[in-house]
Each structure stands twice: as C-alpha cells, then as structure tokens.
C-alpha cells in the first residue's frame, strides 16, 4: 500500500462540492457588466472590429449622365485581447485527514468564486471610470468619452461625446437633444436615441427625485430673484417620456459625481467571453498539498464613441 494519499483519494469528496460552493458564490455576486456592456463570446485569440465611413448622400442624376459611385472607407481597427485572470489555493493532507474540508476548504472555495466575481466587475467597470482619463484609450488613440474623438476627411469638425454638468433635468434634456441630432462620419443623422443612464451610488437619490417627480425639479427663478427649490407649476416630460427609465446603478463607479448614457447606437462598450469560468484541480505529493484554481478569459472594450456619452458632473 502506497504510503502517499493519491489525488484520486479525495477527487471525489472534494471537487464537486468546491465547484458548487465556488459556483455558487460567483453568482452571488451581481453582474453590473452584464447591464453596462454589450456581450459577446469569441473563439479567437483576439477580435477585431473594423469601423467604416457609411455612403454619404444621393446625389442628383442628369439625364444620360453616369451615376456617381461612392464607397465604405476604413476608419479604425479595434482589438480585444483575453488575458486569463486566475487564482487559486491549496489544501494540505493533514487537513483533509483531521476532517477540516467543511471549515477549510469550502471556506476558501467561497471566498475563491467572490474573488473571481469581484475581478471582473472591477475590470468591468474602470472602463467607466477611467472614461475620460488618457490613461484608457480606444482605438482612435482617446479615451472612451472625449471632446475631439477624430473622424473622416470631410465630416466636419471633430466629434465629442462629451457631457458637462452635473446630473439634472435640464442636463438630461440637453443630452437627449445632442444624441438625437449626432452625426456619423459622412455626416449623416444617425437617429441615435439613448437607452440607459449609468450612475454611481452616490447619484442614486438624485436620479430617482428627476425621473419619478411629475412636477419639474429645475429650479426657477422667484420675483426677488433667488432659486426656489422646484418648479411646482411645471410638468415633468421628461419622466414621462420615460428614455430614461433604464436606470443601472454600480456601487464600483468610483466617482460619485460622473454620469453616462447609452444609446443604441452599436458596438459602444462590449465585452468579449473568451473562456467562461473553469475549475481545476491537482496534488502534489512532494509538498502533501491538493490545490484547487478557477480561471476565466475575457476582455472589455469599446468601438463607437457614439454609442456612451458621459459626464464628469
């Protein structure tokens, strides 16, 4: 008889019980990124997205006369890589053998499927948070929300997704404006409409005090020409217009003032799932030691400016 515990020994006892309780406590944590980006999988070493200069208009056709041609023009390339985030612990032969599994290792394997969880929402989102620092930038060398984001010869002047202001009513309704009236690269409306407001905690309060009032929460002016504190005698369209009733709060934005909105145009944020949550397991007999890891594959990103704006507030 083999004087060594062999892996086999304790395969059977241990790994479907740490999968489950890992898995368990993943879950448990919420999936802000699965609100804030859009998702996708892949099955490649790395994605890339190529975004093109739509046609421009028509033009008018002269009797007998050629139609004129147009054509896509490559603007940028953005790639995703999928590094693998991983972690791990170990679980000695003494402990098994004195019956710790219960107070030991399911201990660590909960605490192993919240780490896992909290990673990626904390890469999901200092996407957001680093938004508008030039430490993160995109494919056209800017951060995600940016004043001069380039675009095609001919379109005009260069293109901001950049809000100013804290969040109100009146910011909203600003933002609402520029987003429908948002330009592509041949300088055609897009017909953008927004589709999501993203806030941190700390704008949780103010935001629900702008959308759900039916009276108006901007401040008017009173005759001795101070604020009052809202306008009692105004309806609040844009809480029934309802564009912003998808509210998504996350507790990791971690600047309490910054604001972003989505719209529908595509290809904005994305995360690509490289290889979803895996488990492993080995012994080692020259240390008497089970170890246990999980591993994942993923990446966050972005394409279209056109598809978040943001504020700083």
């Given amino acids: ?10 395969k059977n006892q241990l790994v479907p019980g740490l999968d489950a309780v890992l898995n368990q406590n993943y879950a448990a944590i919420p999936e802000d990124h699965s609100k804030m980006f859009e998702l996708r999988t ?12 739509g046609f421009g208009e028509a033009f008018t056709k002269e009797e007998g006369q050629a139609i004129r041609m147009d054509g896509h023009i490559e603007l940028y390339k953005a790639r995703f890589s999928f590094p693998t985030v ?20 399911q201990i660590r394997a909960q605490g192993l499927g919240r780490a896992m969880a909290q990673t990626k929402q904390t890469r999901a989102a200092n996407v957001y948070n680093l938004a508008f620092s030039t430490d993160q930038t995109g494919p056209q060398g800017k951060p ?14 260069p293109f901001s997704n950049l809000l100013t202001g804290e969040l109100s009513e009146t910011a909203l309704q600003s933002a609402r404006i520029r987003i429908t009236r948002q330009k592509d690269d041949r300088g055609n409306f897009t017909g953008a409409r927004p589709t999501q407001l993203i806030i941190p905690t700390g704008l949780y309060y103010k935001t629900h005090e702008i959308l759900k009032s039916d009276l108006s929460t901007t401040p008017i002016q009173n005759v001795a020409g101070t604020e009052n ?15 912003f009733n998808n509210v998504t709060e996350c507790n990791r934005l971690l600047d309490d003032s910054a604001w972003f ?3 529908d145009i595509p290809n904005g944020p994305i995360m690509y799932t490289r290889t979803a949550l895996q488990t492993r397991d080995d012994f080692d007999p020259s240390r008497g030691t089970f170890a ?3 591993r994942e594959r993923y990446g966050f990103g972005w394409v279209d400016p056109r598809a978040i704006y943001g504020s700083q507030g």
């Fill in 86 to 105: 991983a972690l791990g612990f170990a679980v000695t032969e003494e402990a098994m053998e004195d019956d710790l599994y219960e107070n030991n290792s």
């Fill in 229 to 243: 504190v809202s306008n009692s005698n105004v309806t609040n369209v844009l809480g029934q217009e309802g564009l």
């Fill in 261 to 263: 909105i989505r719209t």
């Fill in 42 to 53: 892949s099955t490649k070493r790395d994605e890339e997205i190529l975004m093109t200069g």
């Fill in 292 to 294: 246990y890891f999980a």
């Fill in 144 to 157: 995600m929300i940016a004043s001069d984001h380039p675009t095609m010869a001919g379109a005009g002047t």
């Fill in 1 to 10: 008889m083999s004087t060594v515990l062999s892996r086999e020994t304790f």
